[in-house]
């Protein structure tokens, strides 16, 4: 889990922005977000900016999004989920699964990506059959 | 309890331009949108599951997961019955991918729903909507034609889309005064609409809101629809619901308005388009 700066999201950014340099009309070039929304969202003025703004900012910043989601608000990390073997679980956005159903989903999360690597891995014997040998 | 759909946000506006980018860079330029070439040029696979080969699997998924999006593993994951719906989960899905990658992502119902409260999904849905009806193509199309609900439904199957959301699209992007109310019999379960039997007890039951849009020259005309809106018996929405007829036209009252009425049966509601007179084009 990454480590999640003890800053509000707003000084966090700017401490971002600055550690490169960067003016508001930078950003606001690079991202396409206004520079006085930028602006607004720095000072506290707008505490959970859109998850697809603090996306790109984390992108252009080279920042990681699951912290700046977090500090907006929109990830919330439980201890429980925390310990999951899974704790990317806990980054999901449905927060009305009960625990037991939470692991349904984490099952069947892995159903999914043994089928999908099954797949491919008959597709590759398709392709080279010789290398299967 | 219906909303009224409204979002206006830097968000919602970044979701429609990053799907008109991606559309502009695939040079995809006509209905319907070819998801799985969307999908394998953004490097996801897919699997698409009905939703009862779903509930029986060794390892099935909690009954209200609809659609999933594990980032880590570049797969996407639909859950459900119809052709059409599942289109829309995997546009929805595209929008997490693309708008809030290196997430593991699974939506409800809810989550899917054009009322959904959670910002996230909300941006997944716009951003899903114009990719699935390439901004505003799908409207453009429809205006072209005299309104009528059959011309309406073609274009939904030729655009591969649910009648629910093209009704919607059309509606929303309409430059006249126009709404769609979504309703449901109350007390009913989804698909008991089939049946004209199972109709004919609407007339007892009533029916309510379960959300409605509008068009930008609708609003501020005082014929907003209530939130929790109910219909009883002897409402004309009651009574076309409970008639029997797949497609109705008549006339509803709003305040002390009277406008013209159009209304289609899904299999899960019946869609009441409301200000649009029947045969009436853009061009009129």
């Not at chain 1, 700066?5 to 690079?30: F, Y």
């Not at chain 1, 603090?54 to 439980?78: N, P």
């Not at chain 2, 059959?150 to 006249?176: K, M, Y």
Request: with cysteine; proline share 6%.
């Amino acid at each position: 889990m990454p480590a999640v700066p003890d800053l509000s999201l707003g000084p966090r950014l700017r401490q971002l922005r600055e550690g490169l340099g960067l003016s508001l009309r930078d950003v606001a070039n690079d991202t396409g977000i206004s520079s006085g929304h930028l602006s607004l969202i720095e000072n506290g003025r707008v505490r959970a900016p859109s998850p697809s703004v603090l996306q790109r900012l984390a992108d252009r910043y080279g920042a990681d999004a699951q912290d700046l989601l977090v500090l907006a608000g929109y990830i919330k990390l439980e201890a429980e989920q925390v310990r999951r073997s899974h704790a990317r679980v806990a980054m999901a956005t449905m927060s009305d699964l009960t625990p037991e159903e939470i692991d349904e989903v984490e099952s069947f999360i892995s159903y999914l990506r043994q089928r999908k690597h099954a797949k491919a891995r008959a597709t590759e014997k398709r392709r080279h059959p010789a290398s299967s040998i | 309890m219906p909303r009224r759909v409204r979002p206006r946000n830097e968000g919602i506006q970044l979701a429609r331009s990053d799907a008109a980018h991606l559309l502009d860079e695939l040079q995809i330029a006509s209905g319907p949108t070819p998801l799985p070439r969307i999908l394998e040029e953004l490097g996801l696979s897919y699997e698409e599951l009905d939703a009862d080969e779903a509930a029986a699997l060794p390892r099935p998924p909690p009954p209200k997961v609809r659609g999933i999006l594990d980032a880590e593993e570049r797969l996407v994951c639909s859950i459900d019955h119809s052709p059409e719906r599942h289109r829309w989960v995997v546009g929805h899905e595209v929008g997490h991918w693309v708008l809030h990658k290196r997430l593991l992502y699974y939506c409800s119902q809810a989550d899917l729903e054009p009322n959904a409260t959670k910002q996230l999904e909300r941006e997944a849905n716009e951003f899903g909507a114009a990719i699935l009806f390439q901004g505003r193509r799908f409207t453009e199309e429809c205006l072209r034609l005299p309104f009528s609900l059959d011309l309406l439904r073609q274009r939904c199957r030729t655009w591969q889309v649910s009648n629910e959301a093209g009704f919607r699209r059309f509606i929303e992007q309409h430059p006249g005064p126009v709404a769609l109310a979504v309703c449901r019999p109350i007390g009913t379960p989804s698909g008991a609409l089939r049946s004209r039997r199972d109709r004919a007890g609407i007339r007892e039951s009533g029916a309510e809101l379960r959300y409605w849009v509008s068009s930008r020259s609708y609003h501020g005309r005082g014929l907003d629809l209530a939130q929790g809106q109910q219909f009883t018996a002897g409402h004309v929405i009651v009574e076309a619901m409970s008639s029997g007829r797949s497609d109705y036209y008549g006339e509803v009252t709003i305040g002390q308005t009277k406008l013209p009425m159009a209304m289609f049966f899904t299999s899960w509601s019946a869609l009441v388009i409301i200000g649009l007179p029947r045969g009436e084009s853009e061009r009129d």
